[in-house]
């Protein structure tokens, strides 16, 4: 079992740069795939990003390309997602999942987190 743990949600203003965080229980968390999706009011849950085990491979949905960014710290078993540029569009409940592999679908994902709100004014 991974519990996962996301924090630094909230509400922004559009064009603000928030973090999230997302913390893992075990040491092992080096052995996962990590993503972050999001789900918005009446909508169905959505990838935003991802990263590999090493951490040198990352992917994201078209939408946040160029304005999100997916690192990991294999030391703090905590996976982040630098969010730029924000939008209203962009308000949701984020997820962290952890999973044997990665990829687009959330089916691939063993392990989530609670989700964290960000609200982002215009």
């Known amino acids: 079992q991974v519990q996962l743990a996301e924090s630094g949600g909230g509400l922004v203003q559009a064009g603000g740069s928030p973090s999230l965080s997302c913390a893992a229980s075990?040491?092992?968390?080096?052995?996962?795939?990590m993503a972050w999706f999001r789900q918005a009011a009446g909508k169905e849950r959505e990838f935003v990003a991802g990263?590999?085990?090493?951490?040198?491979?990352?992917y994201y949905a078209d939408s946040v390309k160029g304005r999100f960014t997916i690192s990991r710290d294999k030391a703090k078993n905590t996976v982040y997602l630098q969010m730029n540029s924000l939008k209203p569009d962009d308000t949701a409940v984020y997820y962290c999942?952890?999973?044997?592999?990665?990829?687009?679908?959330?089916?691939?994902?063993?392990?989530w987190g609670q989700g964290t709100q960000v609200t982002v004014s215009s």
């Open positions: 999942a952890a999973g044997t592999q990665g990829n687009y679908y959330s089916s691939v994902y063993d392990y």
């Open positions: 075990r040491r092992t968390f080096s052995y996962y795939y």
């Open positions: 990263i590999s085990r090493s951490g040198f491979s990352t």
